[in-house]
């Protein structure tokens, strides 16, 4: 009977183990399923940066022999890199044709998602609400008083963005229009732009949606008493909007090409939303380089 049972259980412990190699192979084989190898290094646009580097780290696992790097410094500087080859990718808040000394003819745009950009104020200007009108005159620096348009009387202190700025040209495109910003203190990204808001009373610029939402110390100004929010700039009843664009020199390919192509699979729709940008499934518009806006 002992021996029977010494027997059954060493019979167990041979199954056992059989069991274990089985399940580590499997997850070896899960680990290392996708033979797409490579790197890819994506710069440029603040305001499209928090949205790559959250794809660029779900890509990474599901494709763990790829390395993916996402850094800022503006749209400006994305598309002079991806331009000179010294980059995979340039991510850029303006196309290219609107960028001076780019050469768009030899760049090819892949739209991921699109941008809500909306003027933000510290939390202790008391005005909730501005028309265009205003909004371009504080920018020119014809109101320098928030008295001026139905705050208290307080010193407008602008905060304006690098002129390399993506985000800059997509809001002066539609605010400004042809009209000079004022000398302003200038700052390189949507995250600095943010702290100086939220700490500097009187003072005024504008964010990416994703920049503002759930943030203290600051608020976004609605227009003609409009929010800014995803579902008015689906419509374009927000105006202030542009495409996040991932530039590549030539055809994309390899990592690159499954990199920038991983934004527009379904599964990661609720990331986009999540981080205050709009899928470009969602919109009921489009807008060209010009600025001219049609309805699908």
Sequence with gaps: ???????????????????????????????????????????????????????????????????????????????????????????????????????????????????????????????????????????????????QVGGKDEKIVLINRAAGSGTRAVFEKAVLGDATAATAQEQDSNGTVQKIISTTPGSISYLAFGYIKGQTGLRALKLKKIAPTAKNVRTNKWPIWGYEHMYTRGKAKGATKAFISYFHKKSVKGIIRQLGYIPLSEMKVTKDADGVVTTK
């Design 1 to 147: 009977m002992r021996k029977w049972l010494l027997s059954l259980l060493a019979l167990v412990a041979i199954s056992g183990a059989s069991l274990t190699s089985v399940n580590h192979g499997t997850s070896a084989f899960a680990a290392s399923k996708s033979k797409l190898t490579g790197k890819v290094l994506a710069v440029g646009s603040t305001a499209l940066q928090p949205l790559a580097e959250q794809i660029g780290e779900r890509f990474s696992s599901a494709h763990p022999a790829v390395q993916v790097t996402v850094q800022g410094g503006g749209s400006g500087a994305g598309l002079t890199q991806v331009q000179a080859g010294s980059v995979q990718v340039g991510n850029s808040d303006v196309f290219a044709e609107e960028k001076d000394g780019i050469d768009a003819s030899v760049l090819v745009d892949h739209k991921v998602a699109v941008v809500g950009i909306a003027p933000v104020v510290n939390s202790d200007v008391s005005v909730r609400s501005l028309t265009k009108s205003q909004l371009k005159d504080i920018f020119t620096g014809k109101v320098t008083n928030w008295n």
